[in-house]
């Protein structure tokens, strides 16, 4: 079993800042991509930011700028440093990993639980 847990969420006023992380923990042989998704009330899951073992990153559009996705050099917890947030920022954010379980399995997408984030006006 592959376990990731996020933390960090919660309410902040627009303009303000908050800071996201995830865990894995598990069976876990190695760890490529990570990232996060953000699912707004009534819309779809969409991309927020990716970042590579290598560190190489990815952002939407709508984010750029304002958030900064991190690893540890451990590559198991990556983090999302959130600022300048504004309302249309409020979803839950969902953490993702793409692990490699042993030397001889492919590789799987997990997902945590999803930690919320409102953004005030």
């Known amino acids: 079993q592959v376990q990731l847990v996020e933390s960090g969420g919660g309410l902040v006023q627009a303009g303000g800042s908050l800071r996201l992380s995830c865990a894995a923990s598990?069976?876990?042989?190695?760890?490529?991509?990570m990232g996060w998704y953000r699912q707004a009330p009534g819309k779809e899951r969409e991309l927020a930011a990716t970042?590579?073992?290598?560190?190489?990153?990815n952002y939407a559009d709508s984010v750029k700028g304002r958030f900064t996705i991190s690893r540890d050099n451990a590559k198991t917890t990556v983090y999302l440093q959130m600022n300048s947030l504004l309302t249309e920022d409020t979803a839950v954010y969902y953490c993702?990993?793409?692990?490699?379980?042993?030397?001889?399995?492919?590789?799987?997408?997990?997902w945590g639980q999803g930690t919320q984030v409102i953004v005030s006006s």
């Open positions: 993702y990993a793409n692990v490699r379980r042993t030397r001889y399995d492919g590789t799987h997408d997990y």
């Open positions: 598990g069976s876990i042989f190695t760890i490529n991509d």
């Open positions: 970042i590579t073992t290598l560190g190489s990153t």
